[in-house]
T-cell receptor, first 113, second 114 residues
Framework: SQKIEQNSEALNIQEGKTATLTCNYTNYSPAYLQWYRQDPGRGPVFLLLIRENEKEKRKERLKVTFDTTLKQSLFHITASQPADSATYLC????????????FGSGTRLLVRP | DTAVSQTPKYLVTQMGNDKSIKCEQNLGHDTMYWYKQDSKKFLKIMFS???????INETVPNRFSPKSPDKAHLNLHINSLELGDSAVYFC?????????????FGSGTRLTVV
């Protein structure tokens, strides 16, 4: 079955550094991977989508990569700020005519001032 | 304007009761979902509707019954609530059934069964 694995340990970094979060998937490559941010007591918020044929995608301070050989996506936040502290979720699509998103358990990011 | 709104935000109820959670989206999306997030923070899909048609029905107890009166609304009714049903339930919507423009989630309903 298709799975999404994210590091369950929190990532603790200093403000201004680059945060890098890892998402690994199993079985065949999905058509796309999505990244979401979730704050405590709130619903996930969509950040970025990267397609299988895209190596890299950027949005402001965010960068996502998709490596089909390693079956892995990396999510980078450059010049991190305390306001970036949250849980970041990776998700893959599964299915043919009725797509559904399967989520990883998320990685908590803590940015120290 | 709230894009995906769920009510209630908190729900505390006794075992055996029946309860409903309502969801509405004003984004004009075709597809709506119910997800359950357990204490370990895993988001797991339960149901999906596309234009009022049920397209995804995961292995969910029959006590859970979704209803979509129109494509802007997706409600979740739960019969005979059990302790294990305690979780946060999220409603979400997407532009189409492929979801490749991302999902928009509601703020969640925290259900506590005592």
């Amino acid at each position: 079955s298709q799975k999404i694995e994210q590091n369950s340990e929190a990532l603790n970094i200093q403000e201004g550094k680059t945060a890098t979060l890892t998402c690994n998937y199993t079985n065949y490559s999905p058509a796309y991977l999505q990244w979401y941010r979730q704050d405590p007591g709130r619903g996930p918020v969509f950040l970025l989508l990267i397609r299988e044929n895209e190596k890299e995608k950027r949005k402001e301070r965010l960068k996502v990569t998709f490596d089909t050989t390693l079956k892995q996506s990396l999510f980078h936040i450059t010049a991190s700020q305390p306001a970036d502290s949250a849980t970041y979720l990776c998700a893959r699509g599964v299915g043919d005519s009725s797509y559904k998103l399967i989520f990883g358990s998320g990685t908590r990011l803590l940015v120290r001032p | 304007d709230t894009a995906v709104s769920q009510t209630p935000k908190y729900l505390v109820t006794q075992m055996g009761n029946d309860k409903s959670i309502k969801c509405e989206q004003n984004l004009g999306h075709d597809t709506m979902y119910w997800y359950k997030q357990d204490s370990k923070k895993f988001l797991k899909i339960m149901f999906s509707y596309n234009n009022k048609e049920l397209i995804i029905n995961e292995t969910v107890p029959n006590r859970f019954s979704p209803k979509s009166p129109d494509k802007a609304h997706l409600n979740l009714h739960i019969n005979s609530l059990e302790l294990g049903d305690s979780a946060v339930y999220f409603c979400a919507s997407s532009y189409d059934r492929e979801g490749d423009y991302g999902y928009t989630f509601g703020s969640g309903t925290r259900l506590t069964v005592v």
